[in-house]
Nanobody, 119 residues
Framework: VQLQASGGGLVQPGGSLRLSCAASGSFLSIDAVGWYRQAQGKQRELVAFVNSGGVTNYADSVKGRFTISRDNARNTVYLQMNSLKPEDTAVYYC??????????????WGQGTQVTVSS
């Protein structure tokens, strides 16, 4: 299962971006998708995730500013990022896990997309 992350870029503080994570390949279902980020010199951290039931969770640092959503028909998950701050600058990665065939799971990572928040 391949994940294609896109939507990063350079934005001024207070601005918005929407990241997309599109899944392709052969699979039965996607159980959960998460967005992670890794700032330079720091460990990768979970930003937000959504499971197959639509339950979402967010890191405290992004609550109220970021929204994760999924379009099951398009096998795509979005991360809407508003009120961006310089500390949101990082490479953002999506991760998905689910079932390829009964009894065989998958866990895939996208290639990362750079988000830079700077004036």
């Amino acid at each position: 299962v391949q994940l294609q992350a896109s939507g990063g870029g350079l934005v001024q503080p207070g601005g918005s971006l929407r990241l997309s994570c599109a899944a392709s390949g052969s699979f039965l279902s996607i159980d959960a998708v998460g967005w992670y980020r890794q700032a330079q010199g720091k460990q990768r951290e979970l930003v937000a995730f959504v499971n197959s039931g639509g339950v979402t969770n967010y890191a405290d640092s992004v609550k109220g500013r970021f929204t994760i959503s999924r379009d099951n028909a398009r096998n795509t998950v979005y991360l809407q990022m508003n009120s961006l701050k310089p500390e949101d600058t990082a490479v953002y990665y999506c991760n998905a896990h689910g079932r390829r065939i009964p009894g065989l799971m998958f866990n895939s990572w996208g290639q990362g997309t750079q988000v830079t928040v700077s004036s």
